[in-house]
């Protein structure tokens, strides 16, 4: 089945590959804390003038510790939460800032699976409708139509047709994965943001689920940006990888050269967790202790020198910038 075939009434602008389809440049959202009588006490800086560039046809793994801000950045992007400060260029319009109804035809083509592949599903609702839902909102195809195309999707992330008459409850975590992908892949979206798409799934379905992603890539000339927090996982699939910490991004590189040299010392701390077969103890690597700063009272200076081995007095002054050192390579630490 040709991504063609199921492109009819969608329209879109064509970016060709390689270059850049998504940018998002001093990319912020802060969400207000407020004490019990309601009154607002600050800020929780969920993401800090973050900027990253996708090109078109890659994939771009976000990694870090629980609530360094992953989750956040994707749903910023997508529109979930209303972004604070900053822009979103994709695929050449500024979408950052546009009511709902603005935003709505433009980020059709920017779509969003959830951790809990259940969460986009009605359980009121039959597989089928829920996959009809997309095309009745978006186009105007006919019902005959969106028969034939809610099909081929189907059969694209090879599921029987008889799944159309289940519901969601009564198929399994991996099969509502692909449900998933189906319902937004009705749509031909051109950049897809995966949050752990293989969190609690038993290792021999995620390696189906991966290669599926990666099937479905080049069938419908998708770009992903892949959020996990495996990062064996992400060293397997994703073509660059970028290392959060406190809601700003701290490193990034092409997947191996991250993998072989990392530069920054929580980029280094991460990677000396994964567990090597026949190799040393993971506990015997590393080396990293502590909880991250609370993100509504950061420090002052770089948010990891309260637990860098390597902080220096520059390091308690301001917070180092995100700095290109060779390539596609960028590091914000002061002692790279």
């Not at 994709?90 to 709902?100: A, K, R, T």
């Not at 699976?113 to 829920?130: C, E, F, H, N, V």
Request: net charge neutral; hydrophobic share 35%; aromatic share 6%.
């Amino acid at each position: 089945m040709s991504s063609d075939s199921i492109n009819d009434n969608l329209g879109g602008v064509e970016i060709p590959t390689g270059e850049p389809i998504l940018g998002i440049k001093n990319f912020s959202k802060w969400f207000p804390i407020n004490n019990s009588w309601n009154r607002q006490t600050g800020w929780l800086k969920a993401l800090d003038n973050v900027s990253l560039t996708v090109n078109k046809g890659e994939i771009v793994g976000v990694v870090g510790e629980s609530g360094c801000g992953k989750s956040t950045l994707g749903k910023t992007i997508m529109g979930i939460h209303k972004l604070t400060e900053g822009s979103v260029n994709f695929e050449g319009s500024e979408i950052g800032h546009l009511n709902p109804s603005e935003s709505r035809q433009l980020r059709r083509r920017l779509q969003y699976t959830y951790q809990d592949p259940g969460a986009s599903l009605d359980p009121r609702w039959k597989i089928g409708k829920s996959l009809h839902e997309p095309l009745e909102i978006h186009t105007k195809l006919t019902r005959a139509e969106r028969e034939k195309r809610v099909k081929a999707i189907l059969t694209a992330v090879n599921l029987p047709e008889a799944h159309l008459d289940l519901y969601p409850h009564e198929i399994s975590g991996g099969q509502q994965r692909r449900i998933g992908l189906a319902r937004i892949l009705t749509l031909h979206p051109s950049l897809i943001i995966l949050d752990e798409p293989t969190s609690g799934l038993d290792v021999s379905v995620q390696a189906t689920i991966l290669n599926l992603f990666l099937d479905l890539q080049k069938q419908f000339n998708l770009t992903y940006i892949f959020i996990s927090h495996d990062l064996s996982v992400v060293r397997m699939i994703c073509d660059r990888v970028a290392v959060m910490y406190l809601g700003k991004i701290v490193e990034i590189n092409e997947t191996e050269k991250l993998f072989s040299d990392p530069k920054h010392p929580y980029t280094q701390s991460l990677l000396s967790a994964i567990p090597v077969i026949g190799g040393k103890k993971v506990t015997e690597n590393f080396w990293l202790e502590g909880e991250p700063p609370d993100p509504s009272n950061l420090p002052s200076g770089c948010s990891f020198r309260t637990r860098c081995p390597k902080k220096t007095d520059q390091c308690l002054q301001s917070p180092p910038p995100l700095t290109n050192t060779d390539g596609e390579h960028s590091v914000a630490c002061y002692n790279t």
